[in-house]
C-alpha cells in the first residue's frame, strides 16, 4: 500500500460547491486500489502542515470570502506552494480557488485580490448588473471531454501564452470570448467546473492521481476500476449540456 498527503487549503470557509466531493473521489480512486490518502487540512492562521506534500486543493466561494482568505494564503504559504508547483506536485484549484492563485482579482467592488500568481493570468469582474456565467459546461481537453456546471461573475484572462486547461464546447469558460477554459502550470490545474469537478470526470480524477504516484511512487501504476457508474454520470451531464446548444 502507498500513501498520499494532500493538503485541503481553507476547507471551513471555501466549500460553496461541494468542493470536498472532489476530495472524496480521489480518497475512494485511492482506496479501492488499495493505497491512502491522507488529507490535511489547513485553516486560517495555522502552518503549513509538516509532511511531504503529494497534492493541494482548493476549493471557491463568494468574493468576500476569497477576501478573508488572501492575505493569510498570500503571507503565510505563498514561498510554499510557489515551491510544491515548482517541484511538480499536482495542485487542483476552483472556481475562487482559481482565481487566487492569479496574479490578481479585480472584483465589482473593493480593492485589487493580490493573488499568488502561480497561474500567468488575472480575473475581471465587469459588475453586478452583468449576467453572470452561469451554465451546463463542456470541455475538451487532452484526453476527452469534461463535463460540470460553472457559476461565477469574474471573467479569466490568460496571459504569456499560459495554456489553458481545455477549450470550451459548452458554456463559458475562462471569459465566454477566447474559448479557453481554466489553466494549466506544470501539474498545477485551474478551473471553473464544479459541481464536483471530479466525481463526473473519473478520467481527470485519475490523470492528477497518475502525476502524484508518479513523482513520489514511479514503480507505482494504477491498476484500472470499473468506472461504469461514473461514466454513465458523465455521459447523462454530457447529453443534458449538448442538448442545451
Not at 514503480?219 to 468506472?227: I, N, T
Request: hydrophobic share 40%.
Amino acid at each position: 500500500m502507498a500513501t498520499l498527503n494532500l493538503v485541503h487549503l481553507y476547507p471551513t470557509v471555501l466549500n460553496l460547491y461541494g468542493d470536498r466531493g472532489n476530495i472524496t473521489t480521489l480518497s475512494r480512486r485511492c482506496a479501492w486500489r488499495g493505497h491512502e490518502l491522507r488529507v490535511h487540512d489547513l485553516n486560517m492562521g495555522e502552518a503549513f502542515p509538516e509532511v511531504e506534500v503529494d497534492l493541494v486543493f482548493i476549493g471557491g466561494d463568494q468574493d468576500r470570502e476569497q477576501g478573508v482568505v488572501v492575505d493569510d494564503l498570500r503571507r503565510g504559504h505563498a514561498t510554499r506552494i510557489e515551491a510544491l508547483v515548482a517541484d511538480a506536485v499536482p495542485l487542483l484549484a476552483v472556481c475562487g480557488g482559481y482565481q487566487l492563485l492569479q496574479k490578481y482579482y479585480r472584483p465589482a467592488e473593493g480593492q485589487d485580490l493580490v493573488g499568488l500568481g502561480i497561474f500567468d493570468a488575472h480575473t475581471l469582474h465587469p459588475g453586478h448588473e452583468v449576467a453572470r456565467r452561469v451554465g451546463n459546461i463542456v470541455v475538451a481537453w487532452e484526453r476527452g471531454t469534461i463535463v460540470g456546471f460553472e457559476n461565477h461573475g469574474g471573467r479569466t484572462f490568460l496571459e504569456g501564452g499560459t495554456a489553458p486547461l481545455g477549450t470550451v464546447l459548452k458554456g463559458f469558460g475562462n471569459n465566454g470570448e477566447d474559448g479557453t477554459e481554466g489553466a494549466r502550470v506544470a501539474n498545477a490545474f485551474g478551473t471553473y467546473v464544479h459541481g464536483s469537478l471530479l466525481p463526473k470526470n473519473p478520467e481527470l480524477a485519475d490523470y492528477i492521481l497518475q502525476l502524484a504516484f508518479a513523482r513520489r511512487y514511479p514503480d507505482v501504476s494504477l491498476a484500472a476500476l470499473d468506472d461504469g457508474l461514473e461514466q454513465q454520470a458523465h455521459e447523462v451531464a454530457l447529453v443534458r449540456a449538448q442538448e442545451r446548444l
